[in-house]
């Protein structure tokens, strides 16, 4: 059996898959979960700069599965965790150097030493996507409460069902409560509502997010961040491999 | 259409943003579910209406679909056909009076 395959994927870009990818790790590696985060975005290499391992990449993705580096040589140990690492994007390939089949066969070598293998997804609908799909046991898509990404999100749960891949989850990322209040955002209520999917995460708009970004250390790793702890509430529905829905989570007390 | 589609999904004057954007998904939604191309929708619908005034006088040349969320997976299309008052009603006389409650 081993380890588990989570995708995180959108219908949007830009929505937060890589924010999300690089937390959930995180917090992840905290629990003490032997992680590794495979960065499926080729040609736009991006996990590695978030989670602040970009300058020690030699070896990437399309390396691995063209045969020129083993899997355990392009595997980058995170600096603080060492239960945790990252496989990079190639940055200048084009998509078609990795197929489903490649994925496929990675993630089960990997599942032999890991509890997750995270995989940050491009978005939409192109080969990519597909990549990160094939060996996807558990999908996480990724959208903000805006009328495009929730009707892009609707379109890509309909893939994944149609592909027989889900239940596909819903973190909802960028919420503005203040906004949310005044009744100029859709509330995750509304979200549910309109996408038929169970909502396992709400994670707030936070500029604290952007600042972690830029330090290469992600928010969830600062304990009084509530981005970082709606981030962590995630990774323990993962962990536990329930995905707690957030209203039961409310409920909780989370 | 928009008259229509507006009391299927209630819309009010004192409408949020909020429950704008969730009006339209709902509404964009279906249809992006369903993936009827609009030629066949026109289709649907002139045949819908030559069915229809087979058995009964109709008003007008056209009626209106829209596909409306429903409970569980479910949704359900509606077509507002408009009729004619009473059957001896002349078929022009309702033409501009398209304000009509759709529940009288
Ligand atoms: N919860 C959040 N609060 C504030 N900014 C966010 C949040 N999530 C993501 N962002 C910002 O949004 C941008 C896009 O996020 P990213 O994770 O790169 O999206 P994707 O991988 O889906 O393209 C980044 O600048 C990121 O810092
Ligand atoms: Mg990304």
Not at chain 1, 22 to 40: M, P, Y
Not at chain 1, 189 to 209: S, Y
């Amino acid at each position: 059996m081993g380890g588990r395959v989570v995708t995180v994927t959108s219908g949007k870009g830009g929505v937060g898959k890589t924010t999300t990818t690089a937390n959930l790790g995180l917090a992840l590696a905290r629990l003490d979960k032997r992680v590794v985060v495979i960065d499926a975005d080729i040609g736009l290499r991006n996990l590695d700069i978030v989670m602040g391992l970009e300058n020690r990449i030699v070896y990437d993705l399309v390396d691995v599965v063209e045969g020129r580096a083993k899997v355990k040589q392009a595997m980058i140990k995170h600096k603080q965790f060492p239960d945790l690492y990252l496989i990079p994007a190639a940055q200048t390939r084009d998509k078609s150097a990795v197929s489903p089949a490649d994925m496929v066969q990675l993630c089960n070598d990997l599942r032999k030493e890991f509890d997750f293998i995270l995989i940050d997804s491009p978005a939409g609908i192109e080969r990519g996507f597909r990549n990160a799909m094939a060996p996807a046991d558990d999908i996480l898509i990724v959208t903000n409460p805006e009328v495009s990404a929730v009707r892009d999100a609707d379109r890509v749960i309909g893939l994944i069902e149609a592909e027989n891949k889900g239940p596909a989850r819903l973190i909802l990322n960028r919420v503005k409560m203040d906004l949310v209040r005044k009744g100029d955002m859709l509330s995750a209520d509304d979200v549910t509502d309109i996408l038929a999917v169970k909502l396992i995460g709400i994670v707030p708009d936070d500029e604290a997010v952007v600042s972690a970004s830029n330090s290469g250390t992600p928010v969830t790793l600062q304990d009084n961040s509530r981005s970082g702890q709606a981030f962590r509430n995630i990774a323990r529905g993962c962990a536990a491999r329930t995905y707690l829905s957030c209203s039961l989570m409310r409920k909780a007390g989370c | 259409m928009s008259n229509f589609l507006g009391r299927l999904f209630g819309r009010s004057k004192e409408e949020s943003s909020a429950q704008a954007a969730k009006r339209r998904l709902q509404f964009v939604l279906v249809h992006d579910r369903i993936n009827l191309p609009p030629d066949l929708m026109t289709a649907m619908k002139e045949e819908i209406l030559q069915v229809i005034s087979k058995y009964v006088q109709v008003a007008g040349e056209s009626i209106d679909i829209a596909l409306k969320p429903s409970e569980g997976d479910i949704n359900l299309l509606i077509a507002e056909v408009p009729f004619a008052k009473t059957l001896s009603t002349p078929r022009g006389a309702l033409e501009d009076n398209d304000d009509d409650d759709l529940d009288a």
